[in-house]
DNA sequence: GTCTATATCTCGATAGAC
DNA sequence: GTCTATCGAGATATAGAC
């Protein structure tokens, strides 16, 4: 990717979180990213083609950062804490992007994703949660249910810990606090 | 609220939850609404005010309707599991509807929306779970945090259970069965 | 690849008759 | 209150020079 095309998304991403797909339109982004409409549109065939390449821009950085932090080293338990405190790390240090994520869940644009990346995103923490089904350390229950469980916890804990009243130096306990009531509700 | 106002939000709803308040014209709703352009404006001064009725009607509706389901006669554990349980066949009854909570959630109307009426919706949750606390019947965390807890994993179940693939006739099994783990979790 | 200039279109909102 | 007709603004996207 080279610079301009950086730029735009970096553009895009702000302007798109304060004021929405609507109220944003690409000569702003343009403007904001230092290129001529022009350019953007020679990067991007369209505007919805570059709401989709942000958002999965982004969900390859979440991906990656998750990879590198959570080893396979580690016990099973280990490794989903890692994952739980490390998702609501990149989410509260990544603030624009993971709100990003969310709207553009709840819109329209998500119908252009196809069911196969939908289902790529969640198969590592499938994974993970099966494991530790098998290894009878979880709940038997469906793997999908424990993974909802999961990340609407860390959905949740993010909209608590990110509310601007909220000492960021208690986040840290916070979140150990919480993934300790989680485990106790899926382990076995 | 006359007629042809019901008529207008019902298209509005519809429209906006298939196409995104972006993809939605005025001249779409009222069409769809059998009404006039004109007479849309008539009713709301601007687009964003529609929007904005629109959010307060469907959140005046779920609010009514889980007052309606959950009594005062019943014990603290029982109030809970009725605000859960019917918090998510409302939303499983009311699916558009849910959905536009949640759109509006993660756009910037949500700004327009008062703090203190933002406050007044979840008011009557954190007073329940506050009785918990002050009984002993729940852990001594934050109100708040509880709130979080609770409503991040209603929200979660309810994608869970309205996936098209997920068979109805399971629902209330998994919804029993969430509450249970729930309630495993913050009781004291 | 990047720019300027602009075509084409659609939208939100208004005016005014009935 | 409801309609028809329309305006002005601003949007996406393209054309073509450099």
């Given at each position: 990717m080279v610079e301009k095309e950086k730029q735009i998304l970096t553009a895009a991403l702000q302007l798109f979180v304060a004021y929405g797909f609507h109220g944003t339109p690409t000569s702003k982004i343009a403007a904001q990213a230092g290129v001529s409409n022009g350019t953007l549109f020679h990067y991007y065939k369209t505007k919805e083609e570059l709401v989709i390449a942000l958002y999965n821009d982004i969900k390859g950085e979440l991906s990656a950062y998750l990879s590198a932090q959570v080893g396979g080293q580690d016990s099973l338990e280990t490794r989903l804490k890692k994952s739980f405190i490390h998702s609501l790390y990149w989410a509260l240090d990544n603030q624009e992007k993971f709100y990003y994520i969310q709207q553009f869940h709840f819109s329209?644009?998500?119908?252009?994703?196809s069911p196969e990346v939908i289902a790529g995103q969640s198969r590592v923490h499938l994974q993970l949660l099966q494991e530790g089904i098998e290894a009878e350390l979880l709940k038997p229950l469906p793997v999908e249910l424990l993974f909802t469980l999961v990340s609407s916890q860390v959905y949740g804990l993010y909209q608590y810990l990110s509310a601007p009243a909220f000492p960021i130096d208690q986040r840290q306990a916070v979140i150990e606090e919480a993934f300790a009531l989680l485990w106790g509700m899926i382990k076995k």
């Open positions: 329209p644009h998500l119908a252009k994703i």
